[in-house]
C-alpha cells in the first residue's frame, strides 16, 4: 500500500488496494494425460479367385478381432455358360442347396448351423459356388458381394 498524507491536495496522490490468495496446504496432483490407444486397421479381404470345372472358389481373410458369421450372399453369373448354381458351401459345409437360374441370386436363408457359416477370427475360410456347367472363366462376367455380421459388405467378385 502507498500514500502520500494528504486527501484535498493535487499531486501525489495515490491509492491502494487489497486481495486474498489462498493456496492449498498440498500441492494438487497433476492428472497425466491419457494416451490414445490405436485402432487397428482391420478388413475382410479375398485372398483367392480359382475358376476351374464347374466350380468358383473364392477364399476370404478374416483380418478382424472377432469371428464374423455370413449373413447373406449375392451373386451373378454368366447364365448361358454357367448354367443354373447349384449349391454353394463354406468349407465343406453345404450352406445352400437351391438349384438355381436366370444369372443371379441374392441369398439369405441358409442350411446348416451359424458355426458353419462362421470365419473365426484371424482365420481365412473358402467358398464354393458349384454350377450345371463349366464355369466361365473371366471373373469380370460375375458380381458378388457377402454380407458378415459386425464387419458388413465384402465385394468379392469381380
Known sequence: MIHDGDQNKAGGDSGQGCTYITMPSVAPTPTP????????????????????????????????ASSQVLSSLYITWPQATNGKLQSVKMGA???????????????FTFTGTTAQRTIAAGASQTMTFTFQNNVDTNANDYTGQAKVNQFGPVIYLP
Open 33 to 64: 494425460t491419457p494416451t490414445p490407444t490405436p485402432t487397428p486397421i482391420t478388413s475382410i479381404t479375398v485372398t483367392n479367385k480359382v475358376f476351374s470345372a464347374k466350380t468358383v472358389v473364392i477364399t476370404f481373410m478374416n483380418g478382424t
Open 93 to 107: 459345409n453345404t450352406i445352400f442347396n437351391t438349384s438355381t437360374g436366370g444369372g443371379n441370386a441374392t441369398i
